[in-house]
């Protein structure tokens, strides 16, 4: 298809770009991946430093932190996905039907937006923990929820300006329905910002996530997550510093390789930007 | 909010507030002046006594008021503002002798009026302390300096009559700031922007001690952890698998992992600490712990209760084939590491091939599923911690273990019952002769060993971390770190460069 | 061409683009000059290269365009800069930008800057030249907006792009070009948006203005019914080279590269009576990144000889004041 | 103009009774229970019991409703379940200190964002946008307890320059002030980047460009102003979120802010603090939202609102 061969050529896009399908892939295989068994207890090597039996060290109960890393990926890289695109699609439809729209029904749509943005993530959370129980899609919606009010502004924003262009009325003139418009007029200008905030809010996920761990909702233990192994290096930051190592970097890897990938799509996307290089 | 408690020093510590009086000279080394910046843990309390049970309060008021009796390092009743006390031989009425000579910071005498209408307001605007005087009635001055308190019920009271302290304080003031993260405490500590404070977390403690201007003492606490064992639940009403569960669980394992091997010791008797009262050493000569880990004992124990790993999977069934498999409920931050030893339970139990899934439950939702009755409870197993503040074993007999106090009436979440159990209770709770009352206590945990209701885990300890230039402040079992007569080495703080 | 120095004299200009899909030769070696006070008019398909062109001579090639070869002789009073090698980041270029050549673009929906009143972008023009204070400066905008006839001009001041029709904001872009009195005002298809009614309203306007501020015009297009009409001078330009330069009427009369009758045939005629088949050129526009040896015209030129496919042919006067880059009308070296 | 003004303020009133009612319904229909909570975990039922009578809490829902919403018309937002303080004495100073520490560390960021986001563009795809991109998404990746933790252990006690925890002088709102807008900033520099980098491909620039003006002027005049408005939208957005406090800094830092006060709040069921805190931070946040908004029409005139 045209857009992955142009998109290819972007070397640091296409560089980032395996990383992610390997990072996706990771996340895919990782049971089967893992040197050594992520859930073994072994108290004999708590915090044992990073070593040839444990590339990344040993965490509170000596078990393999490298392992632990790779399975969590599995589960924060799923549920942050999802979380992301859920926010996506509810901020996009609802900011451009709004911004469209205009009248009472954007004053409304924005001002329960604004009501979500008030209500802490903890608050929404464990709403969502009594409605949907403690399970991974309770963590998504909540998740989702919580980001979504950011699209929804951004859609809205850029809809207002977009609506007021002359081709935008020309092809209301053509007889375009209203989902023409958004779809093909409305869409392109938004999905600059867009593509950037959604991969700006992946690690906002990772680390909210984490943050719901502790209210019990979704990842019970022992499966492992980036954000809470985050959360137990925190407490022991001297102590062993090596525990924060691995789910930072592969934070890092997931969140720069997003983003890279997100400013390759963004120019493939938009030929215009290439003029400028 | 770490988890509150009952406060207080039960029925012998009344609550008043007043400076001692007469001044006596201590020898020529303390010196007065200074101020001592405190940092504490609790985030939620209130200066006003009567309305709070948070730990973090009691430090408060131990700065600000003083009882009628206090409680010194071996957790004996010390007369304080009470000269002495005689109880009738009913045991109803209790009266106190004050110190004479003693005034309130407004001037005002402290006399028998001023403690009888504490006591008086207290019952009438149902204080959360109050409804603990079980059968507390009124209390009147019986003349200046005597008050009389009457009670409805026999209530054991334990007054010892030792020697006590007495003089003006050193310190102009001491500040309180709250600090809820522990790397910050253990931070401002080292910088020298406080001079003293509370839970540290237990891996940094060594990093601590190597500081020459830190010092770190670590007491062993009141509080135990302990595994409710639901007996709804088959097979958890069989004593083996109970026996089998305590067996399988490598308690010096938590204690190095979870507590960094200083943050808790292995308890050496159910329920009840060192620093309470009746407590002795209930292990088995040449026993670590009680319970000690076993693994081989426990898989013993689980197979004569019928339970095999028939299928090879890694998990026993029951005769009739299905697995054993049980849920445990715990909440994450109440209390110091409770969230990594409901792993360690789950890893423990796997060791004897019973699987358990861990629910973990926000405080407030926790609260909830743990205050339900037999029929509703949905936990197997609960991981909770028992503390007992007022250092006598009065509190766990009457409403941990006795099948009266079932929930949700009182604290008995393993819906256990034990007739033999029941009466040593009563009869240690109305039993005024001491040493009737220590043999019925050891009675009773040797009934608990030999009966094991619960998985016993260890002892959490305490640790108070200081500046080296602060001398003479204490640090209690029941989490009280009263520091009335503290005082600060002015030259070595300055040698430390700590400019205030 | 007039008499007395050339405007700006162009010489062997070649801009490439290096993209990824290879070096593309938009302007591959273009020689042509503006003498004051005329209008050259410069037609060529879509892709030729006219627009890069205008674009090299205001000094806004951008990367990944860059100016490979040639120079942009600019006359000034003083001194004769060349355009090519100034930075153009630099000072120097963007003191001749505004004031000695301006420009005028296709899209006027989009060449304004839509927060910003018509009022306040022709005064920035003003002001970054000098020479006025602002109040000045407002009220020369206002005289400009009435002078390319945009009615109620003080009102209109204050008024933003998107309250305009695209008539009167091309007429704002021009008042904006003249501010400062241009020697040179380059108009890249500023018609082409437009409708036909104000397509002519605007010629006739920039007709006009170029009588009363005496601006030399390099008006870009590739309508060659606005050509007619507009030029003095006339250059024709196919895939990057100019294949004809003459005086308009010369072009229109007497062509002499195939490739300009082949357009001349191409337009519909009221002077011609009855139906006759329009004869379009056949063949497509060589893409600019292939190397082709020879007349870049050959494979599309009913004429094309051997000589046309081996070599291509120079830019040589065929007729006094007519020159065409053909061999029909020069001798093979 | 002002139409849009009024109709934004009248609509506090009865956002924030819907709030109150909303929370109120949502703190019954939640686990948690906060006499028990009180009591502790071992205290007998006698007890629990004895504190629901004493706080109220056994009355009948409705009734417990319609006295705390009369109260609240009367302008008292009630006391707290733990320390019998009005909530408003709780609630408000630290209101105002983490509106302080939001201004402060959402000024620091915008500038920040503003700068390296305009250069990034200027200089788009070449070495030095690469390496504000790496940088900014460094920033995004590290969590705020870890670049706190780390900022005190080097600055505090390794250096010892900058104090740790407390308000007293402007030296303790250095680390908190730039912890928090780091984060933010590294989110802003983003999406300036790509807005201006969608500006600056605009033919309006290539005009400006025409008409002699500086690269400067191009860049940080023509070109922001039409970037400013996804921008403002997330600065709005950023604004209102570390309005609501940000929690793990306040802890770090023992900053007594909003944010913590009520997160803890909800986690012990404190039900008249999270609803006097939720009311309080509505209000602002409606008020930062309009001034957003009334900024929006300021900056686009395409976007009309008389």
């Not at chain 4, 002027?217 to 979120?241: D, E, Q, S, Y």
Request: hydrophobic letters at 45%; one cysteine or more.
């Amino acid at each position: 298809m045209d857009f992955l061969r142009r998109y290819r050529r972007d070397k640091v896009g296409a560089y980032f770009g395996a990383i992610l399908l390997l990072l996706y892939g990771v996340a895919l295989t990782a049971q089967w991946i893992t040197p050594a068994d992520p859930m073994a207890i072994n108290l004999n090597e708590v915090f044992a430093p990073p070593s040839w039996r444990h590339w990344l060290g040993a965490d509170q109960f000596g078990r393999d932190i490298l392992s632990r890393v790779i399975l969590a990926t599995q589960v924060t890289v799923k549920i942050t996905s999802a979380a992301c695109i859920f926010a996506v699609l509810t901020g996009v439809t609802i900011g451009m039907f709004a911004g469209y729209r205009g009248g009472w029904v954007e004053s409304a749509a924005m001002r329960a937006t604004d009501m979500l943005l008030i209500f802490p993530i903890i608050m929404l959370a464990i709403v969502v923990v009594v409605v949907a129980g403690p399970t991974e899609t309770g963590v998504i919606i909540a998740l989702g929820l919580a980001q979504a009010p950011q699209f929804i502004r951004i859609a809205r924003g850029v809809t207002l300006s977009v609506k007021e262009e002359l081709y935008v009325e020309a092809a209301i003139a053509a007889g375009a329905g209203r989902a023409h418009i958004l779809a093909h007029h409305i869409w392109p200008n938004i999905s600059t910002p867009i593509i950037v905030q959604a991969t700006l809010t992946l690690p906002v996920l990772v680390l909210n996530a984490s943050a719901l761990s502790y209210l019990g909702l979704g990842v019970q233990p022992p499966t492992p997550e980036w954000g809470q192994m985050l959360n137990e290096a925190k407490d022991h930051l001297i102590t062993a510093p090596h525990l924060i190592v691995g789910p930072a970097a592969a934070l890092v890897v997931f969140v720069l390789s997003a983003n890279l990938v997100g400013d390759a799509v963004q120019e493939t996307l938009n030929p215009k930007l290439k003029k400028q290089k | 909010m770490n988890s509150s408690r009952i406060a207080s020093a039960g029925a012998a510590a009344l609550l008043s507030c007043a400076l001692a009086a007469s001044a006596q000279a201590q020898d020529a080394k303390p010196q007065y002046g200074g101020e001592l910046i405190y940092a504490q843990a609790g985030e939620q309390f209130s200066l006003f006594p009567g309305r709070n049970l948070d730990s973090g309060a009691q430090d408060v008021w131990l700065y600000a008021c003083e009882n009628l009796v206090e409680m010194n390092e071996d957790s004996a009743i010390v007369p304080w503002l009470a000269k002495s006390w005689t109880v009738s031989p009913d045991k109803k009425v209790f009266t106190f002798q004050l110190q004479e000579g003693v005034k309130f910071h407004d001037g005002t005498p402290f006399n028998a009026e001023a403690v009888a209408f504490v006591f008086n307001e207290a019952k009438a605007k149902t204080f959360i302390y109050a409804t603990i005087l079980e059968g507390f009635e009124s209390a009147k001055a019986a003349s200046e300096y005597s008050v009389t308190f009457h009670f409805t019920s026999p209530f054991a009271a334990l007054l010892p009559n030792l020697a006590y302290q007495k003089g003006k304080p050193y310190l102009d003031s001491v500040k309180i700031i709250t600090v809820t993260d522990p790397a910050v405490r253990a931070s401002l500590l080292e910088k020298g922007e406080i001079d003293r404070t509370v839970n540290l977390n237990d891996f940094d403690i060594p990093r601590l001690e190597a500081n020459r201007s830190i010092r770190v003492r670590v007491v062993p606490s009141t509080r135990q952890y302990y595994v409710v064992l639901n007996h709804m639940v088959h097979p958890l009403d069989h004593v083996n698998v109970r026996k089998a569960f305590n067996y399988a669980i490598d308690k010096a394992g938590i204690v190095k992992s979870v507590f960094a091997g200083r943050g808790a010791v292995l308890s050496k008797a159910p329920t009840v600490s060192e620093g309470v009262y009746g407590f002795t050493d209930m292990r088995n000569p040449g026993e670590d712990t009680i319970f000690p880990y076993n693994l081989a004992r426990a898989k013993e124990l689980m197979k004569n209760a019928g339970y095999e790993d028939r299928n090879k999977d890694g998990f026993v069934e029951d005769i009739r084939g299905n697995k054993l498999s049980l849920n445990l409920f715990t909440r994450r931050g109440g209390t110091k590491g409770d969230f990594q030893v409901a792993q360690l339970m789950q890893n423990f139990l796997k060791d004897i091939g019973v699987e358990v899934k861990i629910t973990v439950l926000e405080s407030a939702a926790f609260g909830d599923a743990i205050k339900l009755g037999p029929t509703e409870a949905k936990y197997d197993l609960a991981l909770l911690s028992w503390g007992i503040p007022t250092a006598d074993p009065d509190e766990p007999m009457m409403l941990f273990t006795l099948t009266r106090a079932w929930k949700p009436v009182g604290a008995n979440r393993m819906f256990y019952s034990s007739d033999e159990i029941d009466r040593l209770s009563m009869l240690a709770h109305s039993e005024t002769d001491e040493a009737k009352r220590k043999e019925y206590v050891k009675q009773w945990m040797a009934e608990l060993l030999r009966d094991a209701p619960v998985i016993y885990l260890p002892t959490l300890a305490l640790n108070l971390g200081s500046r080296n230039y602060l001398h003479d402040d204490r640090i209690l079992s029941v989490d009280n770190y009263p520091a009335p007569f503290a005082w600060l080495d002015k030259e070595e703080m300055k040698k430390q460069g700590i400019r205030r | 061409m007039g008499d007395g120095a050339p405007l700006i004299e162009v010489k062997g200009l070649k801009v490439h683009f290096h993209t990824e899909d290879g070096v593309a030769r938009a302007v591959d070696g273009v020689d042509f000059t503006i003498a004051p006070e005329r209008t050259l008019g410069v037609v060529g398909e879509s892709g030729c290269g006219k627009s890069v062109t205008a674009r090299a001579v205001m000094g806004l090639i951008e990367p990944p365009g860059r100016i490979e070869q040639g120079e942009i002789l600019l006359h000034l009073r003083d001194k004769v800069v060349d355009i090519c090698r100034l930075d153009p980041r630099g000072r120097e270029i963007r003191d001749i930008r505004g004031s000695e050549i301006a420009m005028i673009f296709q899209e006027p929906m989009t060449s304004l800057n839509p927060v910003f009143r018509i009022g306040d972008q022709i005064v920035e023009a003003i002001l970054l030249h000098g020479g006025m204070g602002r109040s000045q400066a407002h009220e020369r905008a206002i005289e400009l907006l009435d002078a390319v006839g945009i009615p109620m001009p003080r009102q209109r001041f204050e008024s933003f792009p998107h309250q305009l029709s695209g008539g009167m904001r091309q007429r704002a872009m021009i008042a904006m070009a003249m501010s400062c009195n241009p020697r040179l005002l380059i108009a890249d298809e500023p018609t082409t948006a437009l409708d036909v009614t104000i397509q002519a309203q605007v010629i006739d306007l920039m007709n006009a203005l170029r009588r009363d501020f005496n601006t030399a015009i390099m008006f870009i297009t590739h309508d060659l019914g606005v050509i007619a009409g507009m030029a003095d001078d006339v250059v024709v330009m196919y895939s990057g080279k100019i294949v004809e330069s003459a005086p308009v009427r010369e072009i229109f009369h007497n062509p002499k590269h195939p490739y300009t009758q082949g357009l001349m045939n191409s337009i519909p005629s009221l002077a011609v009576w009855g139906a006759r088949r329009l004869k379009a050129i056949d063949g497509v526009v060589p893409s600019p990144f292939a190397h082709q040896q020879g007349c870049r015209f050959a494979p599309r030129c009913s004429h094309a000889m051997e000589v046309c496919r081996a070599r291509s042919p120079e830019l040589l006067e065929a007729a006094p004041g007519h020159s065409a880059a053909c061999f029909l009308h020069q001798a093979a070296p | 103009m002002t139409k849009l003004i009024v109709a934004r303020l009248l609509f506090m009133g009865p956002a924030a009774l819907l709030i109150v009612t909303f929370l109120f319904a949502l703190f019954h229909l939640i686990p948690g229970d906060p006499a028990v909570m009180l009591a502790g975990d071992n205290a007998p039922r006698a007890v629990v019991d004895s504190i629901r009578q004493a706080y109220g809490f056994d009355q009948p829902l409705h009734v417990q409703y319609w006295r705390y919403v009369t109260k609240v018309l009367q302008g008292d937002l009630g006391i707290s379940n733990y320390t019998r303080d009005p909530v408003i004495d709780s609630v408000f100073p630290r209101i105002v200190n983490t509106a302080q520490l939001a201004i402060l560390s959402m000024l620091f960021a915008m500038t920040v964002s503003l700068l390296l986001g305009c250069i990034s563009a200027m200089y788009w795809n070449r070495p030095l946008d690469k390496i504000v991109t790496v940088v900014s998404l460094l920033g995004i990746c590290t969590p705020v307890f870890v670049s706190g933790l780390l900022a005190i252990y080097f600055f505090s006690i390794y250096l010892g320059w900058l104090p740790i925890s407390g308000m007293s002088s402007w030296r303790h709102f250095i680390l908190p002030v730039i912890t928090l807008g780091a984060l933010q900033a590294a989110m802003l520099t983003r999406m300036v980047r790509s807005c201006m980098v969608d500006a600056l491909g605009k033919d309006y620039i290539t005009t400006a460009r025409a008409k002699g003006a500086s690269e400067f002027l191009v860049v940080f005049k023509h070109a922001l102003r039409n970037a400013l408005l996804p921008i403002i939208t997330l600065f709005g957005l950023g604004l209102g979120h570390t309005l609501g406090g940000s929690v793990v800094t306040e802890t770090i830092f023992n900053w007594p802010g909003l944010g913590r006060l009520m997160v803890n709040s909800i986690l012990t069921r404190d039900l008249p603090i999270t609803q006097g805190a939720i009311f309080f931070f509505s209000m602002i946040f409606i008020l930062v939202n309009l001034v957003v908004d009334l900024i929006y029409a300021w900056v686009d005139p395409r976007i009309r609102y008389d």
